[in-house]
């Protein structure tokens, strides 16, 4: 018996097919999704072309989901920006952040690149103590990731 854990990022506002279709670009993935319609919800109701189901996978292994909170209201939490490097330390409001680890320095610092596209770079991308390469990015779509490599 095996057990994984997926991160599964929840998306307010009707972000998730265009989050996931960007992180499909940043990972080289497959993306498979469906609407509230595809799973019964009437056509034409609010939210029906929305996602429910949204997965990437890839080659080599990752595995992401998401989906769009149903409603209007937006809630608060994954704002761009929320999370800061101060004195050092780095200061969030986030309940969680995604942390990818490669073991390839060149592959580790190529996907903090397209992760920071449009985003609040918290950390850039160099050389730590415990890493030959590690940064932090709070992408276009308020999800916070730590880039690690482990050569």
């Not at 994984?4 to 992180?23: C, D, K, T, V, W």
């Not at 072309?49 to 409603?71: E, H, K, N």
Request: aromatic letters at 10%; charged letters at 15%; glycine letters at 10%.
């Amino acid at each position: 018996m095996s057990t994984s854990a997926i991160p599964h990022l929840n998306f307010a506002g009707g972000q998730a097919r265009q989050a996931l279709e960007f992180y499909r670009d940043v990972f080289d993935g497959d993306l498979l999704s469906h609407t509230y319609q595809d799973f019964g919800m009437p056509a034409g109701m609010p939210d029906s072309d929305r996602i429910v189901f949204g997965q990437i996978t890839t080659a080599d292994g990752v595995l992401l989901m998401g989906y769009d909170i149903p409603g209007t209201q937006a809630p608060d939490f994954g704002k761009p920006g929320s999370t800061r490097r101060a004195n050092g330390t780095t200061i969030t409001e986030q309940p969680m952040f995604v942390t990818l680890r490669s073991t390839s320095l060149a592959e580790a610092e190529a996907l903090w690149k397209r992760l920071a596209v449009n985003a609040v770079v918290v950390e850039d991308f160099a050389s730590s103590t415990w890493s030959p390469g590690f940064g932090i990015v709070t992408d276009q779509y308020g999800v916070t990731w730590l880039v690690n490599a482990h050569e």
